[in-house]
């Protein structure tokens, strides 16, 4: 149990677009969920913390109004990065806990964004 | 600034050896959780050694937390070829219930056959 995916899995895109990432709890309800950031061969960053039916929290330094997060119901929630730039590409990983189970945090697989 | 630090950065044994990774951090905390990613892949949650924790286990891995030097250990005992990866250690030194992680910056591991 506890796993958590996202989609899409890697996403090429121009410049200026807007890229949605979605971020789901496949087998129990995530009351929390955590969007990180990670350049190659670096850690984790986190971004903000998206908890249901609520604003996200945003860690000092990510713009709100450049990586929206909304977390619609408790197995979903989606990051959308708006009018992409190339110094956005990176890889974008949730991660989501259980509620019940607060220590542990079960991540996605990840998303490859490249901004062209 | 950066909870976790990790050392060595790179490690590079041969299969069967003991593989140790270390990780610092500087606050207090209420949990040190270790990680795996293998490459370009999520994390695989490994294990989770609260403050008042000092040694856990679990099948090959052993892990300990020294509160008074703010410092882990993961050993991997008997490595195989599949533990090549990248292990980060992250700190839990959030309120209760806010558990926002800060990662180290990561040991990649080859385990050369």
């Known amino acids: 149990g506890a796993v958590v995916s996202q989609h899409p899995s890697r996403v090429i895109c121009k410049s200026g677009t807007s890229v949605k990432i979605e971020c789901r709890s496949l087998?129990?309800?995530?009351?929390?969920m955590f969007w990180y950031r990670q350049f190659p061969k670096k850690s984790l960053m986190l971004m903000a913390t998206?908890?249901?039916?609520?604003?996200?929290?945003?860690e000092q330094g990510v713009e709100k109004d450049k990586f929206l997060i909304n977390h619609a119901s408790l197995t979903l929630s989606t990051l959308t990065v708006t009018s992409a730039h190339p110094e956005d590409s990176s890889f974008y990983i949730c991660?989501?806990?259980?509620?019940?189970?607060?220590?542990?945090?079960?991540f996605g697989p990840g998303t490859r964004l490249t901004v062209l | 600034s950066q909870q976790g630090e990790e050392d060595p950065q790179a490690l590079s044994i041969q299969e069967g050896e003991n593989a140790t990774m270390n990780c610092s951090y500087k606050?207090?905390?209420?949990?040190l959780q270790w990680y795996r990613q293998n490459s370009g892949r999520g994390l695989v949650h490994l294990i989770l050694?609260?403050?008042?924790?000092r040694e856990k286990h679990s099948g090959r891995l052993r892990v300990t937390l020294d509160t008074s030097k703010k410092s882990s250990s993961l050993l991997i005992t008997a490595s195989r070829a599949a533990d090549t990866a990248s292990y980060f250690c992250?700190?839990?030194?959030?309120?209760?219930?806010?558990?926002?992680?800060?990662f180290g910056q990561g040991t990649r591991l080859t385990i050369n056959p």
């Open positions: 991660s989501a806990n259980r509620g019940f189970d607060t220590d542990t945090q079960y």
């Open positions: 087998d129990f309800q995530a009351t929390t």
């Open positions: 998206s908890n249901e039916g609520s604003k996200a929290t945003y």
């Open positions: 606050t207090s905390i209420n949990n």
């Open positions: 050694i609260r403050s008042n924790e």
């Open positions: 992250a700190t839990d030194a959030s309120p209760e219930g806010a558990q926002k992680l800060v």
